[in-house]
């Protein structure tokens, strides 16, 4: 079970951290991804670990960063920068031996928490 935790209200320009803590596994385990989806709109890829590989969309380079505690069973999403396009709700989620072709695909992943709803005003 993934939790997902951290969303808010948050003025453009600021700071979030997001976190989702697995219970029952590992996170050492798995490849690690964060989605987001907004009213009106498909899933979308923001984030992802894979083993010591990180990757991001493209318009959260450099504004983003994914990071994940093994000890903790803990994924980190820390947004900084935050715009009002990045309204969203978002989802961690957990796949498996995934690859750089296909770790931005959602359907990829088959363990998901259950959303943490970020609002940028403007």
């Known amino acids: 079970q993934l939790q997902a935790s951290g969303g808010g209200l948050v003025q453009a320009g600021g700071s979030l951290t997001l976190s989702c803590a697995a219970s029952?596994?590992?996170?050492?385990?798995?490849?690690m991804g964060w989605f987001r989806q907004a009213p009106g709109k498909e899933r979308e890829f923001v984030a992802a670990?894979?083993?010591?590989?990180?990757y991001y969309l493209d318009s959260v380079k450099g504004r983003f960063t994914v990071s994940k505690d093994n000890a903790k069973s803990t994924v980190y999403l820390q947004m900084d920068s935050l715009k009002p396009e990045d309204t969203a709700l978002y989802y961690c989620?957990?796949?498996?031996?995934?690859?750089?072709?296909?770790?931005?695909?959602?359907?990829?992943?088959?363990?998901w928490g259950q959303g943490t709803l970020v609002t940028v005003s403007s």
């Open positions: 989620a957990a796949g498996a031996s995934l690859l750089t072709s296909t770790i931005r695909n959602p359907t990829n992943y088959f363990y």
């Open positions: 029952g596994r590992t996170t050492s385990n798995y490849d």
């Open positions: 670990i894979r083993r010591g590989t990180i």
